[in-house]
């Protein structure tokens, strides 16, 4: 049996991993969840797969409410239940930078981690990748986008990639002008045409900042530099990324957007294992269509471009600006045009720094979380 803990079980991609589990009841033993504030939903989770411990990340006053089951609490609390519990695979669903030190320790003790996760990446993705060489934990990529890459690159070597394209569907807001965007609203910004996902991912999704995010994210997964990198608005959303290899050819994956196809091939990879999710009816998509994305409209693309290339404690600070930013614009305080100009704004006041260790990309982030409040107040 292998032991898999599931952080961020409450949310999208949490709920969906433990969809998944609970198909395999022979291979996989939950032995961990953890949630940021929603007890209520863990409480259920912990009835049915009875795991060794839970953590409320976001929480306290929740010790007892969960039988025999150890509960850890606050942020200490998840790394805590990560040293102590006995973890073979870990799923990281949690959203957002606070599952930076999450990863980071849970890297000591795993031997796979499947990570949907891209805001660590984003920001550490050159300490992540290097501690998970060190100690051979297999980094699979949940997000559909690295999914697909992980799975067209197959066994080629680092060598053979000449290119990526990281197809996106466009998001909420790809037929509305520009001229439109000062008006958009919170439910507009979240109505996602093919993935149903959480609320900060759907916005980044509206700004295409999550395509910007995981340009970056790619970078460090497959070891390519920001350049080799291509955005492709795909708005039928069927095919999920490509590589192009030295020779010219190009592989693609496809398949229907359901987030439990890359989750379980994380889970049960390298093998693949039965699932009823079904493939895709060619008949009926008749055609498929790849468009370069207008960076004008969606000014947090070059952002995200530019802080990958400058690198350092730069893309940092752009992931904070964006966390602040949207927050903000999803509780009301500022319009949506409002993000990219503010993250604009404080990483033009960042003085990066090249190679950081962590400690200088944990206060590069909370100089940039501070700058973003100050000047939003102004
Ligand atoms: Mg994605």
């Not at 031997?111 to 297999?138: D, F, H, P, Q």
């Not at 340009?215 to 990324?241: D, K, Q, R, T």
Request: proline share 3%; hydrophobic share 40%.
């Amino acid at each position: 049996m292998e032991n898999i803990a599931v952080l961020g079980s409450t949310g999208s991609i949490g709920t969906s991993g433990l969809d998944v589990i609970s198909k395999f009841p022979d291979r996989f033993k939950v032995c961990g969840l953890s949630t940021n504030t929603n007890v209520e939903l863990l409480r259920k989770q912990a009835k049915i797969f009875k795991p060794e411990a839970v953590c409320v990340s976001g929480g306290s006053g929740n010790k007892g409410k969960f039988g025999k089951i150890m509960v850890y609490e606050g942020e200490d609390g998840l790394c805590g239940m990560l040293r102590d519990v006995k973890i073979d695979t870990v799923l990281v669903g949690i959203v957002g930078s606070s599952a930076l030190l999450p990863i980071i320790t849970v890297l000591d003790k795993v031997k796979k981690m499947a990570l949907a996760n891209k805001e660590a990446l984003v920001m550490a993705g050159g300490i992540i990748m290097n501690k998970a060489a060190k100690n051979k934990v297999t980094v699979v990529p949940v997000d559909s986008e690295h999914s697909a890459i992980f799975q067209c690159i197959g066994k080629s070597g680092r060598e053979d990639l000449r290119r990526i394209f990281l197809t996106g569907s466009g998001g909420p807001l790809l037929k509305v002008k520009k001229s439109g965007f000062k008006d958009i609203t919170v439910k507009e910004a979240v109505n996602h045409p093919r993935w149903k996902m959480g609320k900060k991912i759907s916005v980044d999704s509206a700004t295409m900042m999550n395509k910007g995010l995981e340009v970056i994210e790619a970078s460090w997964l497959f070891n390519m530099g920001i350049n080799s990198i291509e955005i492709l608005i795909h708005p039928e959303a069927v095919v999920h990324s490509m590589v192009e290899f030295r020779d010219g050819a190009i592989l693609a994956q496809l398949g229907a957007c359901d987030m439990r196809i890359p989750i379980q091939y994380a889970l049960t990879y390298p093998e693949r294992l039965d699932s009823s999710i079904k493939g895709l009816d060619f008949s009926n998509i008749r055609e498929l269509k790849f468009l370069k994305p207008d960076t004008k409209k969606f000014q947090c693309i070059d952002l995200a471009y530019e802080a990958g290339k400058r690198s350092g404690t730069f893309p940092s600070v752009l992931n904070a600006s964006n966390e602040i930013a949207v927050r903000e614009f999803i509780e009301g305080r500022i319009r949506f045009i409002d993000i990219p100009r503010i993250i604009e704004k404080v990483m033009g006041l960042h003085r990066g720094i090249k190679n950081p260790g962590l400690g200088d990309i944990l206060e590069a982030d909370k100089w940039a979380r501070v700058k973003t409040k100050e000047l939003l107040n102004k």
